[in-house]
């Protein structure tokens, strides 16, 4: 099976669609936003090619939405915290983020919904003329 060779227009996403998706860009994060989009696609590329190549333009959006997202709301003060803990004696607090480093990064989910469904196929190890030396079950009668 050949792999298809005709890549998207890159970046895979618009800032109107981050703004879409609930996450208007102001005027200071414009270039920070419009620099991961392309980063983000450029990541997809250079991991999952064919897997790119074979999207649609749909998925790889998203995809690079949410990739791109995860960075921006990643110093957000509540967006991307993993787990919060609150204490009343010693009056403690703790947050655990989920991306505390702004790492671009695919999910498992995210790799899944790129390769596309899965599939099954065989390949038969016996050569074509295999078995011909042997008579058959009737032959033999």
């Known amino acids: 099976?050949?792999?298809?060779?005709?890549?998207?227009?890159?970046?895979?996403?618009?800032?109107?669609?981050?703004?879409?998706?609930?996450?208007?860009i102001s005027d200071d994060e414009q270039v920070k936003a419009q620099t991961l989009l392309a980063d983000a696609s450029q990541l997809l590329i250079d991991e999952m090619p064919a897997a790119v190549a074979r999207a649609t333009p749909e998925t790889l959006t998203r995809i690079v939405c949410n990739m791109v997202l995860r960075v921006l709301d990643s110093g957000a003060p509540m967006p991307g915290i993993e787990t919060t803990q609150f204490g009343v004696g010693p009056f403690q607090e703790s947050h655990r983020w989920a991306n505390p480093t702004g790492d671009l990064y695919l999910t498992k989910a995210e790799r899944r919904q790129l390769r596309g469904p899965q599939r099954a196929s065989s390949v038969s190890m016996m050569p074509a003329a295999a078995g011909s030396e042997y008579p058959g079950v009737g032959d033999l009668l």
């Open 1 to 24: 099976m050949s792999e298809p060779t005709m890549m998207p227009a890159v970046p895979f996403a618009t800032l109107t669609d981050l703004a879409d998706r609930g996450r208007p």
